[in-house]
């Protein structure tokens, strides 16, 4: 997901979001970008499927 983001020249980091262990495989991460990035990287990150299904929802 980083490198998508870094291909659009949106810049972003990693972050730890605490010690909270799931499945016994370490702790839990983020993706951080900024504010001003936001939507365009949910939209990039979004899948088709989720975009098919919001658009019959809306019909």
């Known amino acids: 997901m980083q490198q998508l983001l870094a291909a ?13 262990s799931y499945f016994g495989a ?13 939507w ?3 939209l990039l990150l979004s899948s088709p499927e989720e975009e098919q299904a919001e658009a019959s929802d809306n019909n």
């Open 26 to 38: 370490g702790s839990s991460a983020a993706l951080q970008v900024r504010s001003a990035d936001q």
């Open 8 to 20: 659009h020249d949106i810049p972003s980091r990693i972050i730890d979001t605490g010690i909270t």
């Open 40 to 42: 365009t990287a949910l």
